[in-house]
C-alpha cells in the first residue's frame, strides 16, 4: 500500500548523463574517466549513470575491432568497473563495449549494478552512411524482441555465468522501467523508442558517438530528442562523446535529459575538460500523466506486443521528499559562426596535447586560408585559458601541455605555442608581406620570413661555386 508521502511527492528520481573525452585503445584511461563520472553521478545522489557509445574501448578503434585483444581488454575493464560498482550501492551503470555472441560482434550498451551485469542491448540499426562504417566491424541485432543468455567467460571472475542479451528491456525492484537506443537508432524512421513508449517505458538510455557537422547538434536535440519527447511523453537521456579519441572527427558532447518535450539537463557543445557530468531530479509521474493525455498513443499501447522485460534488484526511487523537482532550461542554439570558432579550436587543442607536441608551425603568406588557420589556433588559445580562468581550482587533464598547467593569459599560450613564417618568392608583393606579419604581431605568434629563391641563390654559390650574376 503506498504511503500518503508517496502519493503527494510522486515517484521522483535522480538522474545523471555525462560526456566523456576517450581516447581509442586507452583503456586504462578510458576505465578511469568512466569511473569518475559514474562516481560524479552517485555524489550528486543519481541513480542511473548513463555514459556514451563505446566508451570502454574508445569509438573510434576503427580495425583494431577486428583484434581479439580489443574484445578482452574491454571484459577485463568492464570487470573492473562491475566491481567498483558495489562502492556505489544501487546506482545503475550504463556503459558501451564490444561483445561477440556467436560468430558476431556487436556494438552494445552493458547495464550494471551492485557487482551484477543486467542487461546487454545490443545496437539494431548500424550507422553506415557519411563517415561512418560501423558495418566494417559490428553487425545488427535482427531479432525484434527476443533476449538470450550470453555465456560469460569463467576466466574474468564474474559472480554469474550468463548475462541476458538482446532486444527487451530493464524494470528494477520499485518499478521503474528503462529502455536503450544507440545513435543512428534514433535517427531512423522505426526508432525503437516508439515500441518502449508503447510498452510503458519511462526512461529511454540513448548512448551516442556523434561528431560534429554544423547544425547538428542543435538538429538533435531540438527535433530529435524534445521531438520523441514530445510526441511519446517520457525521460530521455542521451549521453555523447566529447573531444578527438584519435581519428579525424570531433566529437561535440551535448549530453543531455529531456522529459514531456522540456530539456532539464545539458552539457555544454564545445567545452574542454576530460569529463563533465550532469544531473536532474524528475518526477515519473509527471509522464504517465502526460502518455494518458494522448488519446491515440493509449490506443496503439493496447495493440502492441509484449517486450521481454528483465528484472532487476536495485531501488531506484527517490525516498528524500525534501529535494525539489529540477525545472525547465533554455539553451540557445550557436551560429554557425560561433560553432566554426569552437569546433576547431577545440579538436587542435585536444590533438595538440595527446599528440605530445610543443605547438604548431605554419606557413603564413598574408592570404586567407593561412590567416585563418592563424586565427583558429588564436582562439584555441583563448577558448583553454578561458576554462582556465573559470575553473582555477580544477586539475583537469585538459588543462595542461607538456605536463605544465596552462596559465590564464592567451597572448602567452600564443607565443609558447604557435610559429609563422612568410615564405616569399619573387612574385611575393610586400602587401602580403606585410599582412603576414601585421597577423603574427596581432595575435602574438612568433613570426619569421623567408625567400625561398634567396636560400637557393646562396646554396647554388657556397656548394657549386658558380657566380649566378654571369647569367643576368
Same mark, same amino acid.
Given at each position: 500500500?503506498?504511503?500518503?508521502?508517496?502519493?503527494?511527492?510522486?515517484?521522483?528520481?535522480?538522474?545523471?548523463?555525462?560526456?566523456?573525452?576517450?581516447?581509442?585503445?586507452?583503456?586504462?584511461?578510458?576505465?578511469?574517466?568512466?569511473l569518475k563520472t559514474?562516481?560524479?553521478?552517485?555524489? %550528486?545522489?543519481?541513480?542511473?549513470?548513463?555514459?556514451?557509445? &563505446?566508451?570502454?574501448?574508445?569509438?573510434?578503434?576503427?580495425?583494431?575491432?577486428?583484434? &581479439?585483444?580489443?574484445?578482452?581488454? *574491454?571484459?577485463?575493464?568492464?570487470?573492473?568497473?562491475?566491481?567498483?560498482?558495489?562502492?556505489?550501492?544501487?546506482?545503475?551503470?550504463? =556503459?558501451?563495449?564490444?561483445?561477440?555472441?556467436?560468430?558476431?560482434?556487436?556494438?552494445?550498451?552493458?547495464?550494471?549494478?551492485?557487482?551484477?551485469?543486467?542487461?546487454?542491448?545490443?545496437? =539494431?540499426?548500424?550507422?553506415?552512411?557519411?563517415?561512418?562504417?560501423?558495418?566494417?566491424?559490428?553487425?545488427?541485432?535482427?531479432?525484434? !524482441?527476443?533476449?538470450?543468455?550470453?555465456?560469460?567467460?569463467?576466466?574474468?571472475?564474474?559472480?554469474?555465468? =550468463?548475462?541476458?542479451?538482446?532486444?527487451?528491456?530493464?524494470?528494477?525492484? /520499485?518499478?521503474?522501467?528503462?529502455?536503450?537506443?544507440?545513435?543512428?537508432?534514433?535517427? =531512423?524512421?522505426?526508432?525503437?523508442?516508439?515500441?518502449?513508449? &508503447?510498452?510503458?517505458?519511462?526512461?529511454?538510455?540513448? *548512448?551516442?558517438?556523434?561528431?560534429?557537422?554544423?547544425?547538428?547538434?542543435?538538429?538533435?536535440?531540438?527535433?530529435?530528442?524534445?521531438?520523441?519527447?514530445?510526441?511519446?511523453?517520457?525521460?530521455?537521456?542521451?549521453?555523447?562523446?566529447?573531444?578527438?579519441?584519435?581519428?579525424?572527427?570531433?566529437?561535440?558532447? +551535448?549530453?543531455?535529459?529531456?522529459?514531456n518535450n522540456d530539456?532539464?539537463?545539458?552539457?555544454?557543445?564545445? /567545452?574542454?575538460?576530460?569529463?563533465?557530468?550532469?544531473?536532474?531530479?524528475?518526477?515519473?509521474? %509527471?509522464?504517465?500523466?502526460?502518455?494518458?493525455?494522448?488519446?491515440?498513443?493509449?490506443?496503439?499501447?493496447?495493440?502492441?506486443?509484449?517486450?521481454?522485460?528483465?528484472?532487476?534488484?536495485?531501488?531506484?526511487?527517490?525516498?528524500?521528499?525534501? !529535494?525539489?523537482?529540477?525545472?525547465?532550461?533554455?539553451?540557445?542554439?550557436?551560429?554557425?559562426?560561433e560553432e566554426l570558432?569552437?569546433?576547431?579550436?577545440?579538436?587542435?587543442?585536444?590533438?595538440?596535447?595527446?599528440? %605530445?607536441?610543443?605547438?604548431?608551425?605554419?606557413?603564413?603568406?598574408?592570404?586567407?586560408?593561412?590567416?585563418?588557420?592563424?586565427?583558429?589556433?588564436?582562439? +584555441?588559445?583563448?577558448?583553454?585559458?578561458?576554462?582556465?580562468?573559470?575553473?582555477?581550482?580544477?586539475?583537469?587533464?585538459?588543462?595542461?601541455?607538456?605536463?605544465?598547467?596552462?596559465?590564464?593569459?592567451?597572448?602567452?599560450?600564443?607565443?609558447?605555442?604557435?610559429?609563422?613564417?612568410? +615564405?616569399?618568392?619573387?612574385?611575393?608583393?610586400?602587401?602580403?608581406?606585410?599582412?603576414?606579419?601585421?597577423?603574427? %604581431?596581432?595575435? !602574438?605568434?612568433?613570426?619569421?620570413?623567408?625567400?625561398?629563391?634567396?636560400?637557393?641563390?646562396?646554396?647554388?654559390?657556397?656548394?657549386?661555386?658558380?657566380?649566378?650574376?654571369?647569367?643576368?
Open positions: 500500500m503506498l504511503s500518503s508521502s508517496r502519493l503527494k511527492t510522486g515517484r521522483i528520481i535522480n538522474l545523471a548523463v555525462c560526456t566523456v573525452n576517450q581516447w581509442a585503445l586507452d583503456f586504462t584511461g578510458n576505465k578511469e574517466r568512466i559514474c562516481r560524479d553521478a552517485y555524489e %550528486k545522489g543519481s541513480k542511473i549513470r548513463l555514459g556514451p557509445e &563505446l566508451e570502454i574501448p574508445g569509438y573510434n578503434c576503427l580495425d583494431h575491432f577486428h583484434e &581479439l585483444d580489443t574484445e578482452l581488454h *574491454s571484459w577485463e575493464i568492464l570487470k573492473e568497473i562491475v566491481d567498483e560498482s558495489i562502492k556505489m550501492p544501487d546506482l545503475l551503470i550504463i =556503459t558501451g563495449m564490444p561483445i561477440r555472441y556467436r560468430l558476431g560482434l556487436y556494438n552494445c550498451m552493458v547495464s550494471l549494478a551492485n557487482g551484477r551485469l543486467i542487461f546487454v542491448y545490443p545496437k =539494431t540499426v548500424l550507422a553506415n552512411d557519411d563517415i561512418y562504417r560501423e558495418g566494417r566491424w559490428f553487425v545488427s541485432w535482427v531479432h525484434k !524482441n527476443k533476449i538470450v543468455d550470453l555465456k560469460l567467460n569463467p576466466d574474468f571472475g564474474f559472480s554469474q555465468e =550468463t548475462v541476458p542479451f538482446g532486444n527487451g528491456f530493464i524494470e528494477s525492484k /520499485d518499478g521503474v522501467k528503462i529502455g536503450f537506443e544507440m545513435c543512428e537508432e534514433m535517427w =531512423t524512421a522505426r526508432s525503437p523508442s516508439n515500441d518502449l513508449a &508503447l510498452q510503458g517505458v519511462e526512461i529511454i538510455c540513448n *548512448s551516442s558517438g556523434s561528431h560534429h557537422v554544423l547544425g547538428k547538434s542543435y538538429k538533435r536535440i531540438k527535433q530529435l530528442v524534445l521531438g520523441i519527447t514530445s510526441k511519446l511523453g517520457g525521460v530521455y537521456m542521451y549521453s555523447n562523446h566529447r573531444g578527438m579519441d584519435g581519428e579525424r572527427v570531433y566529437f561535440d558532447g +551535448m549530453s543531455s535529459i529531456a522529459q530539456l532539464y539537463a545539458h552539457i555544454p557543445q564545445f /567545452d574542454l575538460e576530460d569529463t563533465c557530468t550532469k544531473n536532474c531530479l524528475l518526477n515519473l509521474d %509527471k509522464t504517465t500523466v502526460y502518455r494518458g493525455n494522448i488519446a491515440s498513443t493509449c490506443q496503439e499501447s493496447s495493440r502492441s506486443g509484449d517486450m521481454p522485460i528483465v528484472n532487476f534488484d536495485a531501488i531506484l526511487l527517490n525516498s528524500n521528499t525534501i !529535494n525539489q523537482l529540477s525545472l525547465p532550461i533554455e539553451v540557445k542554439p550557436l551560429s554557425d559562426v570558432c569552437h569546433a576547431p579550436a577545440a579538436w587542435m587543442w585536444h590533438y595538440l596535447r595527446r599528440s %605530445k607536441q610543443s605547438g604548431f608551425f605554419l606557413p603564413l603568406s598574408g592570404g586567407q586560408d593561412s590567416s585563418s588557420v592563424a586565427l583558429m589556433v588564436r582562439l +584555441m588559445c583563448e577558448k583553454i585559458c578561458e576554462a582556465v580562468r573559470l575553473n582555477p581550482d580544477s586539475n583537469d587533464p585538459a588543462y595542461f601541455l607538456e605536463g605544465e598547467k596552462v596559465n590564464s593569459d592567451p597572448s602567452l599560450l600564443c607565443k609558447q605555442i604557435l610559429f609563422t613564417c612568410y +615564405m616569399g618568392s619573387r612574385n611575393s608583393s610586400q602587401m602580403t608581406r606585410d599582412l603576414a606579419a601585421g597577423l603574427a %604581431k596581432d595575435i !602574438n605568434a612568433n613570426h619569421s620570413t623567408y625567400f625561398s629563391f634567396l636560400i637557393k641563390r646562396s646554396a647554388i654559390v657556397d656548394f657549386v661555386g658558380i657566380n649566378l650574376n654571369h647569367f643576368k
